[in-house]
């Protein structure tokens, strides 16, 4: 941020936590706050432990390449896309109402988020295939 804007924010460490420099590496992957939301994520979608170090350096690739096939190989890669991108959108909305509006910064509300984004791009994608996302209602004659 202090790159961008000198005058608000004077020195080059990051706005919320004031510990560390900030970078982008601190911004998606190391600010504690992040930490708790990347594991929950990670273990509900790919049903597996983090390693932090291996994941911050995945996603980056994958981010860069548009190649989400290493981060998760068992999950489709459609779906592992969605869920790295809801991840991001989650993380960074609320991250700038905290440092602009002084909005708190939840994990567990940024969960749910992550939760609502992913499911909504099932429901869209079973539309886009003509694909009913819930039960037809049973009908007796």
Request: aromatic residues 14%.
């Given at each position: 941020?202090?790159?961008?804007?000198?005058?608000?924010?004077?020195?080059?460490?990051?706005?919320?936590?004031?510990?560390?420099?900030?970078?982008?590496?601190?911004?998606?992957?190391?600010?504690?706050?992040?930490?708790?939301?990347?594991?929950?994520?990670?273990?509900?979608?790919?049903?597996?432990?983090?390693?932090?170090?291996?994941?911050?350096?995945?996603?980056?690739?994958?981010?860069?390449q548009?190649?989400?096939?290493?981060?998760?190989?068992?999950?489709?890669?459609?779906?592992?896309s969605?869920?790295?991108?809801?991840?991001?959108?989650?993380?960074?909305?609320?991250?700038?109402?905290?440092?602009?509006?002084?909005?708190?910064?939840?994990?567990?509300?940024?969960?749910?988020?992550?939760?609502?984004?992913?499911?909504?791009?099932?429901?869209?994608?079973y539309?886009?295939?003509?694909?009913?996302?819930?039960?037809?209602?049973f009908?007796?004659l």
């Amino acid at each position: 941020m202090h790159r961008f804007l000198p005058e608000v924010f004077p020195i080059n460490f990051c706005p919320v936590c004031q510990l560390h420099p900030d970078s982008l590496q601190h911004f998606l992957f190391t600010y504690s706050l992040k930490i708790q939301v990347w594991r929950l994520v990670w273990s509900h979608y790919f049903h597996s432990s983090l390693d932090l170090d291996s994941l911050s350096l995945s996603v980056q690739q994958a981010i860069h390449q548009l190649d989400f096939s290493s981060i998760a190989p068992s999950v489709s890669l459609r779906g592992t896309s969605v869920v790295i991108g809801s991840i991001l959108h989650a993380l960074w909305r609320p991250y700038w109402e905290l440092v602009f509006d002084n909005y708190p910064y939840s994990p567990p509300m940024i969960v749910t988020t992550i939760h609502c984004l992913v499911s909504t791009a099932s429901h869209e994608s079973y539309l886009h295939r003509r694909i009913p996302h819930c039960p037809l209602p049973f009908f007796q004659l």
